[in-house]
């Protein structure tokens, strides 16, 4: 069974901080990894996806992909009120079959 | 560029009742995914179609539920009869590869 783990949260970070969500995943032959973004009551949104180990950033998010750790992360920089949902770590398989982690249910405090 | 729509938003039946969702993906997506979300958890896949062909279904608890996509393009999900524990979220996405997925508003279901 192919398994993405993340931490349920909640977690809770004060405006202007940064908000650190983090992922494993089981299939050290994965190649493609995303994070989707869901506020209450919406759909997935994809928000960052890297393929390469290293750091990637777009805006205020960076995401970061450790391979030999199975470890894939996203931090978010000057958090915001609007920031605050559940992200979803999902990977792609070797079936082309993207799966889902449960989600971590972000809280930015004003 | 209408983004995928589904309907209907909200279902409410009793169990033993027979419900189906319907999506229309982004024009010119081939491939369609129908999901499900429970309360708390990340969407897991029930089936995936290449066009009209269904290409994963592993997930699909074909007893109760069935899907088609006639001529590649619209979908349905039907579930009977449902169950309690088939009260859930289902989403339906679509993605010109099977990398990036756009998802629809997703269908609530609630089984009485």
């Known amino acids: 069974q192919k398994e993405v783990e993340q931490n349920s949260g909640p977690l809770s970070v004060p405006e202007g901080a940064i908000a650190s969500l983090n992922c494993t995943y089981s299939?050290?032959?994965?190649?493609?990894f995303f994070w989707y973004r869901q506020y209450s009551g919406k759909s997935p949104e994809l928000i960052m996806f890297?393929?390469?180990?290293g750091d990637k950033e777009d805006g205020r998010f960076t995401a970061q992909l450790n391979k030999a750790s199975q470890y894939v992360s996203l931090l978010i920089r000057d958090s915001q009120p609007s920031d605050s949902a559940t992200y979803l770590c999902?990977?792609?398989?070797?079936?082309?079959?993207?799966?889902f982690g449960t989600g971590t249910r972000l809280t930015i405090i004003p | 560029e209408a983004g995928v729509v589904q309907s209907p938003r909200y279902k409410i039946i009793e169990k033993k009742q027979p419900v189906a969702f319907w999506c229309n993906p982004i024009s010119g997506h081939n491939t369609l995914y129908w999901y499900r979300q429970n309360l708390g958890q990340g969407p897991e896949l029930l089936i995936r179609?290449?066009?009209?062909?269904?290409?994963?279904d592993s997930q699909l608890p074909k007893d109760r539920f069935s899907a088609e996509r006639l001529k590649g393009v619209d979908s349905t999900l039907k579930i009977q009869p449902a169950e309690l524990g088939d009260s859930a979220v289902y989403l339906c996405?679509?993605?010109?590869?099977?990398?990036?997925?756009?998802f629809g508003a997703g269908s609530r279901l609630t089984v009485l």
């Open positions: 999902a990977v792609i398989f070797g079936n082309e079959k993207l799966t």
């Open positions: 299939d050290r032959g994965s190649q493609s």
């Open positions: 179609y290449e066009n009209e062909e269904a290409v994963d």
């Open positions: 890297i393929y390469s180990n």
């Open positions: 996405a679509s993605s010109l590869d099977p990398v990036f997925l756009t």
